[in-house]
């Protein structure tokens, strides 16, 4: 099962910031929190990830809460092109640990309206 | 970053038939891949994880002689459904899981279709 909860949907309105909670209380102190997101009739992409500290990337922004039990994926300024259903996800190592499999719960449908 | 393909993008057979689908990493070798299943309006469901030169590992539930995987080279992992039926009609999507890279890439997905 997915270690992770997130809420069904959010709207948004483009050009605005959209920001997108998930609560993982079970994450333990070597999880990376991996956040993915689907465009329709597509695979999943790669949003961004990070450990402890706020990550940004071109893409977007990641705040984790200091005690890591909950971390927000923000969209500075959405676009129609943002409108997927994004994934938080916790790896799980596969063999070795040196390959990590992700379990996908059922995210989040963003949905940004003109 | 690295590129997944999968081939087809789609496939529409008929119930009984067999059906392969094939998952290659275009610029990288990949010891390890996963196979996901993707029913309308659902999340995705990991299937079985596929190593090179070795036997796949199915999760629970999912029919080893029914999904076959082969992963005989570094860049090629191939899915072939054997006898689908209409409820084996899903999104499959391969996936990549070299740790080095700390985003992990998936394929398009290959939509089947079977009638």
């Known amino acids: 099962d997915a270690k992770t909860t997130q809420p069904n949907s959010m709207e948004s309105n483009e050009e605005e910031p959209v920001h997108l909670p998930c609560n993982h209380s079970?994450?333990?102190?070597?999880?990376?929190i991996h956040w993915y997101r689907q465009l329709p009739s597509q695979g999943p992409e790669y949003v961004i990830h990070?450990?402890?500290s706020n990550v940004n990337n071109r893409m977007a922004s990641l705040a984790i809460a200091e005690d890591r039990k909950s971390s927000t994926l923000i969209l500075h300024r959405a676009t129609l092109r943002d409108a997927a259903v994004y994934y938080c996800?916790?790896?799980?190592?596969?063999?070795?640990?040196?390959?990590?499999?992700?379990?996908f719960g059922k995210g989040t449908l963003l949905t940004v309206n003109p | 970053g690295a590129v997944v393909s999968q081939h087809p993008s789609w496939v529409i057979c008929k119930s009984g038939t067999s059906v392969k689908i094939e998952c290659r990493s275009l610029?990288?070798?990949?010891?390890?891949m996963f196979w996901y299943r993707q029913f309308p309006k659902q999340s995705l469901m990991l299937m079985a994880t596929?190593?090179?030169?070795?036997?796949?590992?199915?999760e629970q539930g999912v029919e080893k002689d029914k999904f076959l995987i082969n992963h005989a080279s570094l860049t090629l992992s191939t899915l072939t459904v054997t006898s689908a039926h209409p409820e084996d009609s899903s999104f499959y999507i391969c996936?990549?899981?070299?740790?080095?890279?700390?985003?992990?890439?998936f394929g398009p997905g290959t939509r089947l279709t079977v009638l």
């Open positions: 996800i916790l790896r799980d190592p596969v063999g070795g640990g040196s390959n990590y499999k992700l379990t």
């Open positions: 079970t994450i333990s102190g070597t999880d990376y």
């Open positions: 990070g450990l402890t």
């Open positions: 610029d990288f070798q990949a010891t390890t």
């Open positions: 596929s190593n090179e030169g070795s036997k796949a590992t199915y």
């Open positions: 996936c990549t899981g070299l740790y080095s890279y700390n985003e992990q890439f």
